[in-house]
């Protein structure tokens, strides 16, 4: 059984930047694709990244993809969202998953097997 811990989000003004972190507890991180989605307020939930087992492949939602980079550190079996250049579109929870099955996860929540509980990342304007 494999537990995801989100930290990191808060709120920051307009043009700021977070990094979310995401912890891995049960069997090592090396082993499984994440993932970080998003769900806004009254939106669904959404795929923001992914990155594959070892780290060396990756792919962004194309709104963020020049602002956010995912990363992972299988060492400390974490995974990390940089986010740089927020604005207030990018107010939601978000959610960190991990695919046990795959090399590299899709875009789809069916796609992963395990989920965080989400953590809060709020942009002022």
């Known amino acids: 059984q494999v537990q995801l811990v989100e930290s990191g989000g808060g709120l920051v003004q307009a043009g700021g930047s977070l990094r979310l972190s995401c912890a891995a507890s049960?069997?090592?991180?090396?082993?499984?694709?994440m993932g970080w989605f998003r769900q806004a307020p009254g939106k669904e939930r959404e795929f923001v990244a992914a990155?594959?087992?070892?780290?060396?492949?990756?792919y962004h939602l194309d709104s963020v993809k020049d602002r956010f980079t995912i990363s992972r550190d299988n060492a400390k079996n974490t995974a990390y969202l940089q986010m740089n250049s927020l604005n207030p579109e990018d107010t939601a929870v978000y959610y960190c998953?991990?695919?046990?099955?795959?090399?590299?996860?899709?875009?789809?929540?069916?796609?992963?097997?395990?989920w965080g509980q989400g953590t809060q990342v709020t942009v002022s304007s």
């Open positions: 049960g069997p090592t991180l090396r082993n499984y694709a």
């Open positions: 998953a991990a695919d046990l099955r795959t090399y590299l996860s899709g875009t789809d929540e069916s796609d992963y097997d395990y």
């Open positions: 990155i594959s087992w070892s780290g060396g492949r990756t």
